[in-house]
């Protein structure tokens, strides 16, 4: 206890020097934390978001279907199976049927799709209860970008063109009946929705669909011949991957600050050592041994990196309690950076997060301390009690 006790002592009695570093320490620390959270927060925002209005628990692929693939959609439909028609009896799926078409707002060509969906499904948080037939008329609901890129409005009728299962054009007037805002543009982007029944009817595809989506609170869904199902971690595959994508860029903002702060310390154990040497001689006088003498300067250090974490529990805690209540309020975030999130955006600070960054700042400082101390190990103590490292 003799060492740590007299580390403790050296390092508060250095003033105004230690508390410095602790200072740009701690600010580090709050940094990281802070930086790190916003990206989880993005990440899980934006996963939630696309489970709520489009995934579900899970989705069954018809075998031809691809999204990255349009050449395929033609054939990417086929009759419901048994096993898949009594889960959405059982209001545990409801189906979805894709078919390529194009509209005509204003006058104007714009290619879309038409996805066809059951008004009266509730697996995803699409609001297509508006889709009530009501009139012979087609409904359709669209997205605000939707509306903004082709100037639809609510009321609006608009010439909507397709082909049949046997490849014949077809043309309908549709009425625009809703206009939802959502964070999900994969539900919003040049496509309409419209009633599921409407949709097979005008194209002769009775019965049949492109997709499933089943409840999330479904478990260990089967095997269906004929249709593939994608789960939660093959869908979000692409979220997950752009999330690694921004923590590794932010990591050349964390080793820029680390490195400032681990300089900071490194020059001052150099001028410490070079400072003290009269103080290390009479120590190994006394009986200290090089290695306690190294334990010691390498424990103030470490003691640098504590009194950091103490400090920045006191001011970065209110900081990261208040982020995480308010969020970061960012106008184009949803758009510019194509994710599923909305305007607000809010951290997520885990337990292993904040442990995590004490961990790796205590371990950097742990050894940038010990480094500078290596030359105490040839010291003797004639030496240094006469002021000299050699």
Excluded: C
């Excluded at 697996?123 to 009530?132: N, R």
């Amino acid at each position: 206890m003799v060492i740590p006790r007299l580390a403790l002592r050296n390092v508060l009695g250095a003033g105004l020097r230690t508390w410095l570093k602790v200072v740009v320490l701690s600010f580090v620390f709050v940094v990281i934390i802070w930086a790190q959270g916003f990206i989880n927060g993005l990440n899980e925002q934006a996963e939630q978001a696309q489970v709520a209005a489009e995934y579900g628990g899970g989705q069954y692929w018809h075998e031809k279907y691809d999204p990255y693939d349009p050449f395929t959609l033609q054939d990417a439909h086929g009759r419901i199976a048994e096993p898949l028609q009594q889960f959405i009896d059982d209001n545990q799926a409801t189906p979805i049927l894709i078919v390529q078409g194009s509209i005509y707002p204003k006058g104007r060509l714009r290619p879309i799709l038409i996805k066809g969906i059951d008004p009266s499904q509730r697996i995803i948080s699409l609001p297509s209860h508006v889709l009530h037939l009501e009139e012979e008329d087609l409904p359709v609901l669209i997205g605000s970008r939707m509306a903004k890129s082709t100037g639809l409005q609510v009321g609006d009728f608009v010439t909507v063109q397709w082909r049949d299962v046997r490849g014949t054009f077809d043309a309908l007037d549709a009425q625009v009946v809703y206009i939802m805002s959502t964070t999900v543009q994969s539900i919003d982007n040049n496509q309409i929705w419209v009633p599921l029944k409407k949709l097979q009817m005008m194209t002769s595809m009775e019965d049949e669909a492109t997709l499933a989506v089943i409840d999330k609170n479904m478990e260990n869904p089967q095997n269906i011949s004929g249709w593939t199902f994608k789960n939660l971690d093959f869908l979000l595959s692409d979220i997950r991957q752009l999330a690694k994508v921004k923590t590794f860029g932010s990591m050349i903002i964390y080793v820029i600050l680390l490195f400032l702060s681990m300089l900071a310390i490194f020059d001052t154990q150099i001028l410490s050592i070079f400072r003290r040497r009269k103080e290390m001689g009479t120590l190994m006088a006394l009986g200290l041994t090089r290695g306690k003498l190294i334990l010691l300067f390498t424990l103030e250090g470490v003691l640098q990196g504590i009194l950091a974490a103490i400090m920045a529990a006191i001011y970065g805690v209110p900081l990261l309690l208040y982020s995480a209540a308010k969020g970061w309020t960012m106008p184009q975030i949803t758009d510019s950076m194509g994710l599923a999130i909305g305007e607000t955006l809010f951290p997520v600070f885990t337990a292993e997060l904040i442990i995590g960054t004490f961990a790796l700042v205590l371990i950097i400082t742990t050894i940038v301390s010990y480094i500078p101390t290596r030359k105490i190990s040839n010291l003797k103590p004639t030496d240094a009690l006469r002021g000299s490292l050699s």
